[in-house]
Nanobody
Framework: QVPMVESGGGLVQAGSSLTLSCVASGRTYRTSAVGWFRQAPGKEREFVGAITWSGGSTYYADSVKGRFSLSKDNAKATVYLQMNSLKPEDTAVYYC???????????????????WGQGTQVTVSS
């Protein structure tokens, strides 16, 4: 079983919306939170947001705050990333990953995440 599985990527127009899904396995569901990262060609992997399984606390990067929204369905072990008002600069491969303890100060620290998914491509045309 794949630890984390992303889906929902595709080619969309600027200004449109897209929802990505991340399904966690039983093993990764025992972790505290799920984070989303993205990586554009030639750039380092960038933090997008994170959400905790218990309580639903959310954390967002400034670049997506107000446009992207995280939600979850514990029964389905699934986290959703709702992306609105998409811009060409949002084009990237989007990954989800799990982590144990999480705080507001460390939510975006890439090295603290584990069990990465395979990624799903999001392309926003102008």
């Amino acid at each position: 079983q794949v630890p984390m599985v992303e889906s929902g990527g595709g080619l969309v127009q600027a200004g449109s919306s897209l929802t990505l899904s991340c399904v966690a396995s039983g093993r990764t569901y025992r972790t505290s939170a799920v984070g989303w990262f993205r990586q554009a060609p030639g750039k380092e992997r960038e933090f997008v947001g994170a959400i905790t399984w218990s309580g639903g606390s959310t954390y967002y990067a400034d670049s997506v705050k107000g446009r992207f929204s995280l939600s979850k369905d514990n029964a389905k072990a699934t986290v959703y990333l709702q992306m609105n008002s998409l811009k060409p600069e949002d084009t990237a491969v989007y990954y989800c990953a799990s982590r144990l303890a999480i705080t507001s100060a460390t939510a975006g620290h890439l090295k603290t995440y584990r069990d990465w998914g395979q990624g799903t491509q999001v392309t926003v045309s102008s």
